[in-house]
């Protein structure tokens, strides 16, 4: 498996958020958005062995698996094994690689990004929102939808999205607002 990182955090989006949770960032993914801020193409390669090592002194119980697009390289085994430590396994994905056979993760959060989306089940839809035709999401069934302000790294446009996202929600209150707080608290 080729990781980018691992690392100790907060999740700082969605129905998570404020949680401690230790993060296992995969390498590569199917898309290249034009605002995509995930430097993720970079990585090494460990076993799953060698990924619990990495996770054993973290105290969380959360684990986040997030890329890049995890889905192109998550195992079931993964999973089973970090289930067997004790975590709980939320995955983020873009939902375009269907889950491995028998892939127990505890909660998919699904951002969709252009790709037909190819999951049994989402449990947190959430959406980066930059002006888009927001009925493309009413086909999704989740537990949770979240409206999320793309950071475009221009103040005046971010200010516009964020107006927009909220003004939406409010007129569409199955949504709720998902800020990335880890930017706001400049924490990783
Ligand atoms: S799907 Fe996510 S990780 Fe992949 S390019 Fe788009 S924003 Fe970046």
Request: aromatic share 8%.
């Amino acid at each position: 498996m080729r990781v980018n990182e691992i690392f100790y955090s907060l999740q700082g989006e969605g129905r998570h958020v404020g949680t401690p949770a230790i993060f296992i960032r995969f390498s590569g993914c199917n898309q290249h958005c034009s605002f995509c801020d995930t430097e993720h193409e970079h990585g090494e390669e460990l076993t799953e062995e060698d990924i619990l090592e990495r996770i054993k002194d973290f105290p969380a119980r959360h684990m986040v698996i997030t890329g890049g697009e995890p889905t192109l390289q998550l195992t079931s085994s993964l999973v089973d094994k970090l289930h067997s430590a004790g975590k709980f396994v939320q995955i983020e994905t873009n939902g375009s690689v269907a889950l491995p056979e028998g892939c127990a993760v505890d909660w998919i959060t699904c951002s969709p990004k252009g790709l037909p989306v190819m999951l049994h089940r989402i449990d947190e839809l959430k959406v980066v929102y930059r002006g888009q035709d927001m009925s493309q999401y009413d086909k999704f069934e989740a537990k949770e939808y979240y409206l999320q302000p793309c950071d475009v790294k221009d103040e005046a446009k971010n200010e516009c999205y964020t107006t927009e996202t909220i003004n939406y929600i409010k007129s569409n209150p199955k949504w709720k607002l998902s800020l990335q707080t880890q930017k706001i608290l400049k924490v990783r």
